[in-house]
């Protein structure tokens, strides 16, 4: 299962494809990554979503998140792996929005309701930093696999762990469908998270790939790449904690929690950059 956070540009359009761009016979993760705000011919800017009573903009998808039964991942942890040479400035920004008590743990909350228990996100591996580069600047699916296998193991040690991968600036995904992340031939997505295909990974394991933001269908107006890159990993995290094998909470449309709220009242908190989650008790986007 691969579930993706589509580029601003053309939204629908990268839903429709990237949802029909699933790798492990499941649903999609390849929802709503891009920034439709990169060529919005509204002339709006990411801010422009909330309306002056403060309430979010309609939700994107088809109405409610519904369990299909799935398990999801609970008092899950994310360990970071860094491949290649990646500045300090942006692996020790990552590691604090996974680790603070200020960061990413903060707005995980609402996941409750998806019966997501809480944690403080801090992984029993140690974070990874892996300094030979991926092989060429096209990064498939199948070696992001074989990455996560070669430095935690084919079977990780703790499969309730998100493994995300981080790549440096010059290097793009491809996640076999065509398609590509920033610095690709084929820019249709800014992140996604999956599982293991069984041959090349634990078919339990699951693990998320960061590109480097470095394109304007995946940067907000203002931001810097390491707000970028933080409003990517908690898309991504807070989806594989609900979803981790494309068979728990999506709704009839196929899209994620966060697939819903994707590029909407996007938000700055301590520094660290953000989305909203989609709340069924709330139906709205909520921080």
Not at 92 to 119: C, D, I, K, P, W
Not at 160 to 187: Q, R
Not at 217 to 232: D, E, I, K, P, Y
Not at 257 to 275: E, H, M, R, T, V
Request: glycine content about 12%; aromatic content about 10%; some cysteine.
């Amino acid at each position: 299962m691969k579930k993706v956070l589509i580029v601003l540009a053309s939204l629908s359009l990268v839903v429709g494809s990237a949802l029909a761009g699933d790798h492990h016979g499941n649903r999609s993760d390849d929802g709503n990554e891009l920034n439709p705000v990169a060529s919005d011919h509204n002339g709006h800017n990411d801010g422009d979503v909330f309306n002056d009573s403060g309430k979010a903009a309609a939700a994107a998808g088809s109405g409610q998140l519904r369990n299909h039964g799935g398990p999801v991942m609970n008092g899950g942890k994310v360990v970071c792996i860094f491949w290649g040479s990646i500045p300090s400035s942006y692996t020790s920004n990552m590691q604090a929005f996974r680790s603070n008590s200020t960061g990413m743990v903060s707005h995980m909350g609402m996941l409750t309701q998806y019966g997501v228990t809480e944690s403080t996100l801090v992984g029993s591996h140690a974070d990874v930093f892996d300094p030979t580069p991926p092989s060429s600047a096209r990064v498939t699916d199948v070696m992001v696999q074989q990455e996560v296998a070669r430095v935690v193991g084919f079977t990780p040690a703790d499969l309730n762990t998100i493994y995300e991968v981080f790549i440096p600036s010059g290097y793009y995904s491809d996640d076999g469908s065509g398609a590509t992340s920033c610095g690709g031939p084929n820019l249709q997505y800014c992140a996604y998270h999956s599982s293991g295909d069984g041959s090349h990974l634990n078919a339990n394991a699951k693990y998320s790939i960061e590109p480097w933001p470095g394109c304007s269908g995946c940067s907000a107006s203002g931001w810097t790449t390491n707000q970028n890159a933080n409003h990517f990993m908690v898309h991504e995290t807070r989806e594989a904690l609900t979803d981790p094998f494309g068979t728990a909470w999506w709704d009839a449309a196929g899209y994620e929690a966060d697939d819903k709220c994707a590029w909407q009242g996007l938000f700055i908190s301590n520094g660290y950059g953000y989305q909203p989650e989609y709340s069924n008790s709330a139906r709205a986007c909520v921080q």
